[in-house]
């Protein structure tokens, strides 16, 4: 049974950083093709895909938040993580992780709100 | 960036009809492999999104074959025929042919 879970700070100040971590069970970030995406999604508002990380440690990240993303994995924990640098209102959202199998998102978590505030 | 516009941004339906979404691309997602990488997601309320549809016309695991998808190019299509009324929510098309990986805006599925 595949399962991710996101969890951060909740609340965090403008220019901090924001630090996720998503704990999965189910499949290895070891396996061969294998990878964990994060997204993000203001209240109401659409879907962000944000970044990649695969088995071979191969990064992707979404260009529109320019050096602010860092992706890293624990692979024995069966853990991945999202750094944001330099945070403000507008990073205010859902995040969530999911995972990458062939297909973008065939299994998601839950998500965790974040909210940047001074 | 590409643009995936959907369309209608809000949809009205009776528990049994069948409906259609369009998700169209400001560019075509037909990569040089002849692969096309386009998706589609349901955000039900208060819930995380999940796949339903995968490289176009690929029903995802456990989705009802009520759900189809199809397309080409730069213009892509999720129908339901009969809708129930656990399908309602959101819906997202994705693209993953060209860097960054875009969403559409979403179309929202309502009980008439």
């Known amino acids: 049974q595949v399962t991710l879970k996101e969890s951060g700070p909740g609340i965090l100040q403008p220019s901090q950083t924001l630090s996720l971590t998503c704990t999965f069970s189910?499949?290895?970030?070891?396996?061969?093709?294998?990878?964990v995406g994060w997204i993000r999604q203001p209240s109401g508002k659409g879907l962000e895909w944000l970044a990649n990380i695969w088995w071979d440690d191969d990064k992707y990240y979404n260009p529109s938040l320019k050096n602010r993303l860092t992706i890293s994995k624990d692979t024995s924990n069966n853990q991945a993580f999202l750094k944001i640098t330099n945070v403000d209102t507008a990073d205010t959202a859902t995040y969530y992780c999911a995972r990458i199998w062939n297909t973008p998102g065939d299994y998601w978590g839950q998500g965790v709100m974040v909210t940047v505030s001074s | 960036d590409v643009v995936l516009t959907q369309t209608p941004s809000t949809l009205s339906a009776t528990i049994g009809q069948s409906v259609s979404i369009s998700c169209r691309s400001s560019q075509s997602l037909l990569d040089s492999a002849g692969n096309t990488y386009l998706y589609w997601y349901l955000q039900r309320p208060g819930q995380s999104p999940q796949l339903l549809i995968y490289l176009v016309s690929n029903l995802g695991s456990g989705v009802p074959n009520r759900f189809s998808g199809s397309g080409s190019g730069t213009d892509f299509t999720l129908k339901i025929s009969g809708v129930e009324a656990e399908d309602l929510g959101v819906y997202y098309c994705m693209q993953a042919t060209h860097a960054p990986w875009t969403f559409g805006g979403g179309t929202k599925l309502e009980l008439k």
């Open positions: 189910g499949f290895s970030l070891s396996t061969y093709g294998m990878g």
